[in-house]
């Protein structure tokens, strides 16, 4: 029985140890070691489109105000511009965040990159539509803009890359439509199913009901840690004007 307990603490120790080490390990990946360049993503022409909310959206932003939203440093009023139906990042102001929560729900929002084209990589036309304020769409000007195909625009940052490369020309108007299914916890904040999405960019499909494999990490490997079932979705201010219309949203669940 002694030498039972003595091996079940040695293996309880090198779990423990490894799990450490690993953390630690982590801690020092540069953010390029979540990266990568290939397979690249192939482009896709996207067809025209326009959509307009359904009878039980709820809209917010409808080209008028920013009455939905705060500032997600402080809760203050959004400093970001609107201005002839268009809102656009007012870039070091900080991103916003809905005053409302949401768990289980299909997005639509139109986004455009600016047609004066400054940057490359990750400095060109970069946003993100955060999921729960966790999960992030992301969003950039990835018209023959080379960057890690798992940080290109629609695919889900760090995790997924999409499936084509649907973008439209700087300056012109592009459109994500998303189904999110929230992950779900027990009681004792453990995961019992991870978050998934659907996305088409442009109307073309880009993410087929993918599994998302924790919150967004810009460096290291993402982890769930338990979270209330409804969370508000943010908007990134990434120092570009990147401009929004038509942001909408229905609650499934």
């Known amino acids: 029985m002694k030498f039972q307990c003595y ?27 979540t990266e990568f360049y290939e397979p690249e993503v192939k482009p896709v022409t996207p067809g025209q489109e326009n959509h307009l909310p359904p009878a039980d959206a709820i809209v917010l932003f409808g080209g008028n105000d920013l009455n939905a939203w705060v500032s997600e440093r402080d809760g203050s009023f959004p400093k970001w511009k609107v201005e002839d139906g268009i809102l656009t990042v007012a870039p070091k102001t900080g991103g916003i965040k809905t005053k409302e929560a949401f768990g289980d729900v299909q997005v639509h929002l139109e986004w455009r990159a600016p047609s004066e084209v400054s940057g490359n990589g990750q400095g060109r036309g970069n946003s993100g539509f ?54 779900r916890f027990n009681s004792n904040g453990m995961l019992i199913s991870p978050a998934r999405i659907t996305v088409f960019h442009n109307g073309i499909l880009v993410q087929n009901n993918v599994e998302l494999k924790g919150p967004t990490e810009y460096i290291g490997i993402p982890n769930y840690v338990a979270h209330p079932e409804q969370l508000p979705f943010h908007i990134q201010d990434h120092s570009n004007p990147v401009s929004f219309r038509n942001i909408w949203v229905r609650r499934l669940d």
Not at 161 to 166: F, G, K, S
Request: glycine share 6%.
């Open 7 to 33: 091996c079940l603490s040695l293996l309880a120790g090198i779990f423990f140890s490894g799990a450490v080490l690993a953390q630690q390990n982590e801690t020092k990946l540069p953010p390029q070691a």
């Open 130 to 183: 955060f999921f729960m304020g966790k999960y992030e769409l992301q969003i950039l000007d990835s018209y023959d803009n080379k960057t890690y195909s798992n940080g290109q625009a629609a695919s889900i940052y760090k995790q997924h890359p999409p499936l084509v490369n649907a973008m439209r020309p700087p300056g012109e108007w592009n459109t994500y439509d998303a189904v999110f299914t929230a992950p």
